[in-house]
């Protein structure tokens, strides 16, 4: 969802006063002068029947008492033969009117009538542009809104925010593409300063990108929304991009949710039954259980018309559990006469989460050293997340650097990745 930023619309609201105060320097030179038209001095100076009004109408507008201040006006507007000068100043007054009432429209009328001549000032001008575009935009014509930018930027305004409410209206017009380049433009700008861009930004780059079908773009945006901004909200939508990937092996799911559970957390029932039936399949009914238990604890599993069958999977996964218990130091030494290390590490990881957490850790490494014939790259994996769970992050960067640049199964150049990106931050 896209944050409306209320803009300053005060701009012709702030030269009312500097109006005013034109409107009665010039009625003081001109109050001994001929009214008519004919005899109008030539200089910048306004009539006093036509500058009593305008001052009135000033200091209604101060008063926030907009319909008398429009009567004022409108009285000055109905006078024959006004001058440019008192053109110019009406205009200006009648655009604070507008300003403050939030008629994007008659703003800019008054804005154009305003500019004409030469005394708007062009800081005035810049200035004036600015409120009728902030106008436009909060009025939710965002077409407008660019347009009045373009011009903003053309007069010379330097204020950073118009690049990126340029950027935001041509999002919310549904402009992705343009919105896209946009925002490139001006995260470029900011990167380039060596500067970070808003977590705004960079989120209306990534589903601007990811709506012209810009994958690849898109989810590298996320990447760089995550290690400036590593909230589990961001977080999680960028594993989803990882979990949505048509070519994420299969074998891999089991260690997307382990990544997953690291740096987002789970939030749905289903994610905490299919990883825990996944991690039954994997030959660990103890993390299996682990899992239903944190399911449970978050008050997402236990309710709704899977009571039953939840509850069914976590009473097998307890009898199991124990069971495993039990049988452990008989087939943990039958495993260490292996010749390959693998029984040895699922062992071991099957104590971590049966709370014998330093001799699991033990066993683990001793695997890994003996050698894992098939699916090595996994077990790595699986051994990257026990240490991130137990704080050991340099050990878990260590076995990620010997993973780095592998891209078999699929998905796993994208995991290796994001566990590095995560232990990384703070």
Known sequence: MIRQ????????????????????????????????AASAPAGPTVRPEIGVLLIEAQRLLGDKQYKDAGAKLATAEAMADKTPYELHILARLRGALAASTGDADL???????????????????????????????????????????????????????????????????????????ALELEIGKITAAGKVPT??????????????????????????????????????????????????????????????????????????????????????????????????????????????????????????TAEDRLTLEKDLAGAKKAADGTAMFNYGFNMVHLGLTERGVAQMEQGLTKGIARNGDLAKLRMVAVYAQLGQRDKAKQVLAGLSGKTDPMGLDDAVRYWTLYLTQP
């Open 199 to 320: 977590e705004v930004q960079l989120k209306l780059l990534a589903d601007a990108r990811r709506r012209v079908k810009d994958e690849a773009g898109s989810t590298q945006t996320l990447e760089t929304l995550v290690r400036h901004y590593p909230s589990k909200s961001n977080w999680g939508t960028l594993i989803q991009r990882l979990w949505a990937k048509p070519s994420l092996a299969v074998r891999l799911q089991l260690d997307v949710f382990r990544l997953q559970q690291a740096v987002a957390g789970l939030s749905e029932a289903s994610e905490f039954t299919e990883m825990a039936e996944l991690a039954l399949q994997s030959g660990s009914a103890a993390e299996a259980l682990k899992v239903m238990e944190q399911g449970y604890a978050a008050g997402l599993l236990g309710t709704g018309d899977a009571v039953a069958t939840q509850q069914r999977l976590k009473d097998k996964l307890a009898k199991m």
């Open 5 to 36: 930023h209320t803009l300053p619309r005060a701009a012709f609201v702030a030269s009312t006063l500097l109006a005013s105060t034109l409107a009665q320097q010039a009625v003081a030179q001109s109050a001994s002068a001929p009214t008519s």
């Open 107 to 181: 703003a800019a009328q008054q804005y154009e009538l305003a500019s004409q001549g030469t005394w708007l000032k062009e800081a005035d001008k810049v200035t004036s542009l600015q409120a009728v575009v902030s106008l436009y935009y909060n009025a939710k014509n965002y077409a407008k809104a660019i347009e009045w930018i373009d011009r903003y930027l053309q007069a010379g305004g330097t204020e950073p925010m118009m690049g990126n409410l340029r950027a935001q209206s041509y999002y919310l017009k549904g402009d992705y593409a343009a919105a896209a380049k």
